[in-house]
């Protein structure tokens, strides 16, 4: 077969799979994709990391992959407040958790709290009655990570980050 044929049996069998309810049928796609995996892992381990990273998402409501989050963060404007490392540290200093099942993940809290400073920091600096300059790096993270729980843990579920980046 050539690839293309390849690509169009695939197709086929996965529209047949997933349309037919069949317990057995999913079971063997699961095998064949596990058996895929196993190869994958032990001959493509960065190709492999990749595909793990996105199947991830099952767990999480807001899930970002760290690829995802590191390109979407590097293209904000105006400039993204914390690099990982930043954020990370922190997260720690001020004792929060960076993830909450089945809530979100740290990539998606990392670049959600840098959306929220991107677009809100000097609205932030603003409400708490200061000029940007004067709000310290602390209170500045507080006052971005209660927003960023609003919106990852939003109890009608409508903000969804994959969404909101076109992802």
């Known amino acids: ?99 909450e099942e089945p809530y979100y993940n740290s990539c998606s809290m990392w670049t959600t709290m840098n959306m929220i400073y991107s677009d809100s920091a000097n609205s932030i600096a603003s409400i708490m009655g200061m000029p940007i300059q004067e709000v310290t790096g602390e209170q500045m993270a507080k006052a971005v990570h209660t927003l960023a729980l609003d919106k990852l843990k939003d109890k009608d579920g409508v903000f969804n980050i994959r969404t909101y980046f076109g992802l």
């Open 1 to 99: 077969m050539t690839q293309d044929e390849m690509r169009k049996k695939f197709d086929e069998l996965y529209r047949y799979m997933a349309s037919s309810n069949e317990v057995a049928y999913m079971r063997t796609f699961g095998n064949v994709h596990k058996e895929m995996m196993m190869w994958m892992i032990a001959n493509k381990p960065e190709m492999a990391q990749d595909y793990i990273d996105k199947l991830c998402a099952i767990k999480w409501h807001n899930y970002l992959t760290p690829k995802e989050a590191e390109r979407i963060v590097a293209d904000m404007i105006p400039k993204a407040a914390w690099s990982r490392d930043q954020w990370k540290q922190a997260m720690d200093s001020l004792g929060y958790v960076t993830e």
